[in-house]
């Protein structure tokens, strides 16, 4: 599986952005998709994850991101909205068979990220 992601970019307080992942073959029927981000000096933090039916989000993004899919275009989005400076990171989406959990370690697939610059 490839992941690819794009839609990054600079973007002021309180804006919005949409970030995409799009997979090299059709696998959202096996696989969950989760997004995770890494900020300057810090290590890899969950943003959001999807499979099947069930979604979860990270208490810092609630309310403000989510996360959705096109199966016909094995595509995974991340909108975020009310973006604020600490989300500045670099994005990554990334896939795993089975329940879309929290933790990066449980991924098996990566896409290759995509910066996010919030300046206030």
């Known amino acids: 599986v490839q992941l690819q992601a794009s839609g990054g970019g600079l973007v002021q307080a309180g804006g919005s952005l949409r970030l995409s992942c799009a997979s090299s073959?059709?696998?959202?029927?096996?696989?969950?998709m989760g997004w995770f981000r890494q900020a300057p000096g810090k290590g890899r933090e969950f943003v959001a994850a999807m499979g099947g039916s069930r979604i979860n989000y990270a208490d810092s993004v609630k309310g403000r991101f989510v996360i959705s899919r096109d199966n016909a275009k094995n595509t995974v989005y991340l909108q975020m909205d009310s973006l604020k400076p600490e989300d500045t990171a670099i994005y990554y989406c990334?896939?795993?068979?089975?329940?879309?959990?929290?933790?990066?370690?449980?991924?098996?697939?990566w896409g290759q990220g995509t910066l996010v610059t919030v300046s206030s």
């Open positions: 990334a896939a795993r068979v089975g329940s879309p959990l929290s933790t990066s370690s449980d991924y098996e697939y």
């Open positions: 073959r059709s696998i959202f029927s096996t696989y969950a």
